[in-house]
């Protein structure tokens, strides 16, 4: 059984910085495409970040730059880094994976399989 654990969010200033982390079990994240997705109320899920199993990530342009996205295959652990934090970055932040290689486009919240409860960012300005 597949489960993805999130932990980490909190609240924070803009300009500063939080790690997310997503705990897996069930699955090996080095040979699967994991990411990490944010939702606010009334608006869809947007992809943020994707590392598929060679080790290449995808950003969305609005957190280029701001936001790293990485993992640790002895912990089976996924992370997102989040420095520059802006208000707009307030959301729940949810990670997700897409069993075997990344979807082509791999930002879109259908291609993946499995996905945690979230955690929730806000960042005050």
């Known amino acids: 059984q597949v489960q993805l654990a999130e932990s980490g969010g909190g609240s924070v200033q803009a300009g500063g910085s939080l790690r997310l982390s997503c705990a897996a079990s069930?699955?090996?994240?080095?040979?699967?495409?994991l990411s990490w997705f944010r939702q606010v109320p009334g608006k869809e899920r947007e992809g943020v970040a994707v590392?598929?199993?060679?080790?290449?990530?995808t950003y969305a342009d609005s957190v280029k730059g701001r936001f790293t996205i990485s993992r640790d295959n002895g912990k089976n652990t996924l992370y997102l880094q989040m420095d520059t934090l802006k208000p707009e970055d307030t959301a729940m932040y949810y990670c997700?994976?897409?069993?075997?290689?990344?979807?082509?486009?791999?930002?879109?919240?259908?291609?993946?399989?499995?996905w945690g409860q979230g955690t929730q960012v806000t960042v005050s300005s």
């Open positions: 590392l598929n199993r060679p080790g290449s990530t």
């Open positions: 997700a994976a897409d069993m075997g290689a990344c979807d082509i486009r791999p930002l879109l919240s259908g291609a993946y399989d499995y």
């Open positions: 069930g699955l090996t994240i080095s040979r699967n495409c």
